[in-house]
């Protein structure tokens, strides 16, 4: 496909990874263990560079991949979560090896409970866990924005399963195939936000508070 081939090609060009991030990511991907794929990273990448956020809110640790990454390219607090406990014992270890423990706060319990006992806004929020429970979440989220804030949701498009009818998915993804629609509509018709949606890794969605 056009596509896989343009993609093959944006990869070739970039540079080798090296130390601590690159160990983790050959780690998970030899684990199974689910982290943001390359090409997402490196815009994310850019995109903090450009942004230079001050707190950031992560929702889905996994491993601590992308908390270490976004504290290697930022200066910012960083609040994570994970809810489950194996995952968690492991990015805190991660956390603590990089030397970032002061920068990157793990709280181990339900995204949703965590949510709704914060308070405040912060400057960068990357949301990539149970993808089910994006529209559930947005409400307390968009709380914890103010303007200027940028929301990143990864995995939206749901290997392009999202753009299909609903009957044309496995039953056991249906629900969570009709809640990422939903999340998807919420963020284009929120007015207190400006959104975007892109065709880069497995789908991923920009939303600002204007």
Same mark, same amino acid.
């Given at each position: ?65 992308? @908390?270490?990454? *976004? !504290? ?9 979560? &994970? +809810?489950?406990?194996?995952? /968690? $014992? ?58 200027? @804030?940028?929301? *990143? !949701? ?9 753009? &299909? +009818?609903?009957?044309?998915? /496995? $039953? ?39």
């Amino acid at each position: 496909m056009e596509r896989d081939r343009i993609r093959e090609f944006l990869a070739s060009l970039e540079r080798e990874s090296c130390g601590q991030l690159s160990e983790l990511r050959a780690s998970a991907e030899a684990s199974g263990i689910p982290i943001i794929r390359k090409e997402t990273e490196d815009f994310m990448r850019t995109l903090l560079c450009i942004l230079r956020p001050k707190r950031i809110l992560e929702i889905g640790a996994a491993i601590g991949y992308s @908390s270490i990454m *976004m !504290a290697s390219c930022t200066d910012a607090a960083i609040l994570t979560v &994970e +809810s489950y406990e194996s995952r /968690a $014992r492991m990015a805190q270890h991660n956390i603590e090896k990089a030397g970032l423990s002061d920068r990157i706060e793990l709280r181990i319990q339900d995204a949703g409970e965590l949510l709704r006992g914060l308070s405040g806004s912060y400057d960068f929020i990357f949301l990539d866990a149970a993808k089910g429970q994006y529209i559930n979440w947005f409400p307390d989220i968009l709380r914890l924005m103010d303007r200027g @804030s940028v929301l *990143m !949701a990864d995995n939206v498009l749901q290997d392009l399963t999202v753009m &299909e +009818s609903r009957y044309t998915v /496995a $039953r056991r993804d249906r629900t969570t195939h009709s809640r990422m629609r939903e999340f998807l509509y919420a963020i284009k018709h929120e007015d207190s936000l400006e959104s975007t949606i892109l065709d880069l890794g497995d789908g991923i969605s920009i939303s600002v508070a204007v």
